[in-house]
Structure formats: C-alpha cells, structure tokens
C-alpha cells in the first residue's frame, strides 16, 4: 500500500548544481502537486498537473520545472540550484477536485543547497 | 489575493481539555476545507474535511464552517499527548484544479 513516493529523503546541493525529485503514486490519481514548506510556513503550491501530459504553475514556479508522461509519475526538476530553494519539498495527489476530495501526501524530500 | 489565515501558536492545552484551532479564509469563492495534522518532520495527514455550514463530527475531532464569517475551526475533545502537531488549515478554491491554498498553521501542544 506504497500511496505516494517520494525519492529522496534527503539530498545536499553545491549551489548551481540540478537534480530531480522523484514522485511516484500508484493510486490512479489524475491530479498531482508540488509543493514547498519553509521553516514555520505553510505549503507553496510550485506546480500542478491535471493529467498525463498536463502541466501549469502554481505560485511558486520560479526556478523548477515538471514533466507528467504517465499518469504515475510527476517528477520535479531543479536547475541552477539556489541557496533559496533550501525546503522540504511535498508531492502529492488527487483522485479528483470535487468536494471533500483530499490530496494525499508523500513523506518529503528535505533539500539543501549549500 | 486568496489566502488562509491561523494563528501560529503555540496553543498549549492541558490533557483532557478541548482545543480550539481557528482559521480564516479571504475567497468567497472557496467550495471545500481540510485540516491537515503535521507532525515534526513529517508529511501533512488529513484529518477532517468540510463543505457545508455547520459542523461536521468525526470520533474526538468536530470541524465548523461559517461561509458568512470566512471561518472554519476544529475541535479537539479530550485532547491527548498524541495530538501535539501543528494543524494545516486548506482551502479549496475551486475551478478545475482542485488547488489547495494553505495557512501557515496552528502548533498545538497537550501538556500530560
């Protein structure tokens, strides 16, 4: 009942090196996020997908990137990395948006650049 | 600007008692929220949801919604240890999406 997977847990950047944070869910969700939590904030929505192939920014989308081939997988790509991008980093899912429809959670990738 | 609003905390409620945990919302436009319980280090967890004004009970936990006010709370009854977290308020703005909007939330601690 693996739900949401995120890889890695952790990871340590030199500044303007990229990497990818893997998602992966085995729920048959259509929708999944990306998300950004800083120390004491809440969740910064950095990209959305509705469905293979379909992809927008959310708020914070500035200096990452998404892809969604399949509808299991919704990795998120930094490029450049900057100090700023230091945060766990939350991926998560849908089955649809209708009322009550909650978005489940992935355990989190925790990201610093150094 | 949409935006969720709690107070950060912390709340400190003794073993027993029932904390109240309290957020606003600024979108009218707004259809459905959750709460979402956080433990340190790690992923949010849903707890509750809610749609219609009123309130809605689910075991120790009783979530409320006003749409007049912008105002959903959550109650916690004979709060335990266990229940120290912080708690994520969301707000569903609608559209196709399904796009959460959430507040910075809630820490609450239960003191033995």
């Known amino acids: 009942n693996a739900g949401v997977t995120q890889t890695p847990k952790f990871r340590i950047l030199k500044i303007g090196q990229s990497m990818t944070l893997q998602c992966a869910q085995d729920?048959?969700?259509?929708?999944m996020y990306w998300y950004r939590q800083d120390p004491g904030m809440g969740l910064k929505l950095i990209y959305y997908?509705?469905?293979?192939?379909?992809?927008d920014k959310g708020e914070v989308p500035n200096g990452y990137n998404v892809s969604r081939s399949t509808t299991e997988d919704f990795p998120l790509r930094l490029e450049l990395a900057a100090p700023s991008q230091t945060s766990v980093y939350f991926c998560?899912?849908?089955?649809?948006?209708?009322?009550?429809?909650?978005?489940?959670f992935g355990d989190g990738t925790r990201l610093s650049i150094l | 600007q949409k935006e969720v609003e709690q107070n950060s905390g912390p709340l400190s409620v003794p073993e027993g008692a029932i904390a109240s945990l309290n957020c606003t919302y600024s979108?009218?436009?707004?259809?459905?929220f959750f709460w979402y319980r956080q433990y340190s280090g790690k992923s949010p967890e849903l707890i509750m949801f809610?749609?219609?004004?009123g309130d809605k009970e689910d075991g120790r936990f009783t979530a409320q919604l006003n749409k007049a006010s912008q105002y959903v709370s959550l109650l916690i009854r004979d709060s335990q240890p266990s229940d120290s977290a912080t708690y994520l308020c969301?707000?569903?703005?609608?559209?196709?999406?399904?796009?959460?909007?959430f507040g910075k939330g809630t820490k609450l601690s239960v003191k033995p």
């Open positions: 998560a899912s849908s089955y649809t948006t209708g009322s009550g429809q909650p978005q489940h």
């Open positions: 729920m048959n969700h259509n929708y």
């Open positions: 997908s509705v469905g293979a192939g379909i992809t």
């Open positions: 979108d009218r436009g707004s259809q459905s």
């Open positions: 809610i749609y219609s004004n």
């Open positions: 969301a707000a569903n703005y609608g559209g196709s999406q399904g796009n959460l909007i």
